[in-house]
């Protein structure tokens, strides 16, 4: 007898998003076990999107505790609806190495910010253990990256991993603001539509 | 903002590259619009995909562990802060200060949980458990190994401990004779003999604390006969914004916390703690920078530190 297909979710990477809820709650209710517990989920992923960000081990470390922190004391304002607990402690997490990335290129202390592009992303899973149906996803994430025109493509880099909004995106690459705003949503269109059939499959 | 503008902006709005005035707008009316609340959630789904599209990375495990370690010690403290209920355990530091004269100093959150007894501790328990092996409730027993510290008070001089006890006495002696013996006046007397006699005699050994550019910055005096522990520090900075130092004794197996303070204005500090120690097992004193509350084990940087 096979076993039961597990159902296709990003977030069943690390475990459902039902439990990562579950984690919040017990955290709105002063639990910090829950936090310790959500730390061990999410860490891993977390950290290697700010090292990939941030290029620095130890900012990134301090990233991670830091975003952990905010989720401790912000953890009554994680809106379900708005998406995976996931989604909002990488977002956090993402957002608060952008702002270091901006006070390095104030400081004009960014040496390798130039290295930072979707192009140094793996063209899949790296560790065999990450085969799941959750990488089935981030695969198909990457193939419509990867199909994105270079003019998308670049206008998304900047905006990513850049942390550069679309007036300096304008700037940097000489094309007009409203050019630059239309190849970013039509990016940004284009990635979710994976995201889009995978919860239709899922449903 | 009209409903074509938000969802033209959403794109961007999702990977933050916006301004913070555009972003409200658009998340203001997304929030209220049935067709760009969903797309601004799907839009933020994407970018934490291609969040997870990073190549993984393994945090160094005993870092990690650190971290995780310091922010569920960090949340249990914040806890403990909050569920402390008004009439709780006095706070002997604002008792001290106020019976010395030297006015309110703030207690680090942490220091909620020390109490104001000067009983004996045992070295030997809660700091060597793994942390999440203990009871919750436990939390306090690790920073009440430290000595069970009692924080005294913060900016005294030692000499003015004693000019003080002569005053109080002065006072003492001219004062009703149907003063209660568990009178105010007469218990901060009492403490400052305590002190004066814990920094004196033949038993007491002193451990000049300096910081790595060896400038002295205070010392710390054991009495090895009363078990009396006398830390005194001197234009010490104060610790970062959410910081706390963190005091520990280190022997040869262990860095026993002592407890968590915060120097006066002046960088002044003055601890007392009882605990019992083998006379010959201290090698040094250490001062860390820590988060607020305090932690098991030090992770912080060596701010100061003195071999015995």
Same mark, same amino acid.
């Given at each position: 007898m096979n076993p039961p297909r597990r159902e296709l979710s990003y977030s069943t990477v690390n475990g459902s998003n039902a439990e990562d809820v579950v984690l919040i709650q017990r955290m709105c209710d002063a639990d910090e076990t829950a936090l310790g517990a959500l730390y061990d989920r999410w860490m891993r992923s977390l950290y290697s999107l700010v090292l990939h960000l941030l290029k620095d081990p130890d900012e990134a470390e301090d990233v991670v505790e830091e975003t952990f922190w905010q989720a401790w004391r912000k953890a009554s304002s994680y809106e379900p609806s708005r998406g995976a607990v996931s989604t909002w402690l990488l977002t956090i997490g993402r957002r608060k190495a952008l702002d270091r990335l901006r006070a390095r290129k104030r400081n004009r202390e960014d040496p390798v910010g130039h290295d930072r592009t979707f192009a140094d992303l793996p063209s899949q899973a790296q560790d065999p253990s990450e085969e799941t149906e959750g990488s089935e996803l981030r695969q198909h994430v990457l193939a419509a990256l990867q199909e994105l025109p270079a003019e998308q493509r670049e206008v998304l880099d900047l905006g990513y991993f850049k942390g550069m909004s679309q007036t300096e995106i304008a700037d940097a690459t000489g094309q007009p603001l409203g050019t630059v705003k239309t190849r970013m949503r039509l990016a940004m269109q284009k990635l979710r539509e994976p995201l889009s059939m995978h919860r239709e499959v899922k449903e | 903002?009209?409903?074509?503008?938000?969802?033209?902006?959403?794109?961007?709005?999702?990977?933050?590259?916006?301004?913070?005035?555009?972003?409200?707008?658009?998340?203001?009316?997304?929030?209220?619009?049935?067709?760009?609340?969903?797309?601004?959630?799907?839009?933020?789904?994407? $970018?934490?995909?291609?969040?997870?599209?990073?190549?993984?990375?393994?945090?160094?495990?005993?870092?990690?562990?650190?971290?995780?370690? +310091?922010?569920?010690?960090?949340?249990?403290?914040?806890?403990?802060?909050?569920?402390?209920?008004?009439?709780?355990?006095?706070?002997?530091?604002? #008792?001290?200060?106020?019976?010395?004269?030297?006015?309110?100093?703030?207690?680090?959150?942490?220091?909620?949980?020390?109490?104001?007894?000067?009983?004996? $501790?045992?070295?030997?328990?809660?700091?060597?458990?793994?942390?999440?092996?203990?009871?919750?409730? +436990?939390?306090?027993?690790?920073?009440?190994?430290?000595?069970?510290?009692?924080?005294?008070?913060?900016?005294?001089?030692?000499?003015?401990?004693? %000019?003080?006890?002569?005053?109080?006495?002065?006072?003492?002696?001219?004062?009703?004779?149907?003063?209660?013996? %568990?009178?105010?006046?007469?218990?901060?007397?009492?403490?400052?003999?305590?002190?004066?006699?814990?920094?004196?005699?033949?038993?007491?050994?002193?451990?000049?604390?300096?910081?790595?550019?060896?400038?002295?910055?205070?010392?710390?005096?054991?009495?090895?006969?009363?078990?009396?522990?006398?830390?005194?520090?001197?234009?010490?900075?104060?610790?970062?914004? #959410?910081?706390?130092?963190?005091?520990?004794?280190?022997?040869?197996?262990?860095?026993?916390?002592? #407890?968590?303070? +915060?120097?006066?204005?002046? #960088?002044?500090? $003055?601890m007392h703690a009882r605990y019992a120690m083998a006379p010959d097992a201290l090698r040094a004193v250490a001062i860390t920078e820590e988060p607020e509350g305090g932690v098991p084990a030090p992770t912080g940087p060596m701010v100061v530190s003195g071999s015995a």
């Open positions: - | 903002m009209s409903h074509d503008e938000a969802f033209a902006e959403l794109a961007a709005v999702a990977l933050d590259a916006v301004s913070a005035d555009v972003a409200g707008a658009v998340r203001a009316h997304a929030a209220a619009c049935p067709e760009c609340g969903p797309e601004l959630a799907a839009m933020e789904e994407t $970018v934490a995909v291609l969040g997870e599209l990073a190549p993984s990375a393994q945090m160094n495990r005993g870092r990690s562990a650190g971290i995780r370690s +310091r922010l569920v010690v960090r949340a249990r403290a914040e806890r403990e802060l909050h569920s402390v209920p008004a009439a709780g355990p006095p706070d002997i530091s604002r #008792g001290v200060a106020s019976l010395t004269g030297l006015g309110h100093k703030t207690t680090p959150s942490g220091q909620r949980a020390v109490t104001g007894e000067t009983k004996r $501790v045992s070295p030997s328990d809660p700091m060597h458990a793994p942390i999440e092996d203990r009871p919750i409730r +436990r939390m306090s027993s690790w920073l009440a190994i430290a000595a069970t510290l009692a924080l005294i008070a913060t900016g005294a001089q030692l000499l003015r401990v004693t %000019s003080d006890r002569n005053a109080m006495r002065a006072r003492l002696a001219t004062a009703d004779t149907a003063t209660s013996p %568990s009178d105010s006046m007469t218990v901060a007397l009492n403490q400052k003999d305590s002190m004066i006699a814990a920094m004196t005699g033949p038993d007491v050994k002193v451990v000049p604390l300096s910081n790595a550019t060896a400038q002295p910055l205070g010392r710390m005096m054991w009495n090895r006969a009363s078990d009396d522990w006398i830390m005194v520090t001197y234009n010490l900075r104060p610790p970062r914004p #959410g910081m706390t130092y963190q005091v520990w004794l280190v022997t040869d197996s262990a860095k026993i916390s002592a #407890g968590t303070f +915060r120097p006066d204005a002046a #960088g002044r500090t $003055v």
